[in-house]
């Protein structure tokens, strides 16, 4: 996995992190990831990911949920 294929730009998508040479965000991966798409649904709708560009999307929320930032859960999500 390369963190290489991630990429923020202000000028891009509002500087969301994007997989490098699209648009398309993390963001929206790790949604459909959650919604429960399998990757090879969404390379089939997005064309210039790559498998690899997937998994660095993921390393990616790993390694931001990783900071010392804490992300209180309220107790009534289903």
Known sequence: MSTN???SDPRVMMG????SGTRVIVEL????LA???TIDEILDAHHRLSRDAI???I???????KADVIYPIPENVP
């Open 55 to 57: 998994l660095a999307a």
């Open 5 to 7: 294929l991630i990429h």
């Open 29 to 32: 991966i790790l949604e459909k």
């Open 35 to 37: 919604a429960g798409e």
């Open 59 to 65: 390393g990616f929320a790993a390694q931001a949920l």
């Open 16 to 19: 969301n992190p994007v997989v």
